[in-house]
C-alpha cells in the first residue's frame, strides 16, 4: 500500500495526560521519529529564547503555528549551538517564523537523527 500525505505528515500531538490541566497542556508536546519513538519535549514560545538558549544537552525544534496546526521548521542539537546565543535563535525564529520551540531534553545525536529524518523529510 502505498503512503497517504498522512502517513508522510510529522506526527506531533499535545499529551492526552495533560489535556484536562490547564496548566501544563500547552508545556508539553510529543513528536514521533522515524523510528515510531515518541519523543516527549517542554514547550517554551518564542520570547522565551533565553531558556531555550541556556540548553547543553537535547534536542531542539522550532515550530511554526498555522491555526491548530504545527509544522517544525528547524531541528538541531543544543550542544551544537554557542550556549546563551539568544540573539541566533531570535534571529533564527523570525526568519523561519518559529512560534514555539520544543525541547527534547537529554537526547543525543541518534535522537536528532531520529526526529529530523521524521519532521523535516
Same mark, same amino acid.
Given at each position: ?62 515550530? /511554526? %503555528? *498555522? ?8 531541528? !538541531?542539537? +543544543?550542544?551544537?549551538? =554557542?550556549?546563551? @546565543? ?6 533564527? /525564529? %523570525? *526568519? ?8 527534547? !531534553?537529554? +537526547?543525543?545525536?541518534? =535522537?536528532?537523527? @531520529? ?7
Amino acid at each position: 500500500m502505498g503512503q497517504t500525505p498522512e502517513d508522510s505528515a510529522p506526527r506531533g500531538q499535545a499529551l492526552q495526560s495533560l489535556a484536562e490541566t490547564d496548566s501544563l497542556r500547552g508545556r508539553f508536546f510529543s513528536w514521533r521519529g522515524a523510528s515510531g519513538r515518541r519523543y516527549v519535549c517542554s514547550v517554551f514560545q518564542s520570547g522565551e529564547e533565553s531558556f531555550v538558549a541556556d540548553v547543553t544537552n537535547g534536542v531542539v525544534i522550532g515550530v /511554526a %503555528r *498555522e491555526g491548530a496546526a504545527t509544522r517544525p521548521v528547524c531541528v !538541531f542539537l +543544543a550542544q551544537e549551538r =554557542s550556549y546563551g @546565543d539568544r540573539r541566533g535563535l531570535r534571529e533564527i /525564529a %523570525r *526568519e523561519l517564523g518559529v512560534a514555539e520551540w520544543h525541547v527534547h !531534553f537529554c +537526547a543525543d545525536a541518534a =535522537s536528532l537523527r @531520529d526526529l529530523s529524518a521524521s519532521l523535516l523529510n
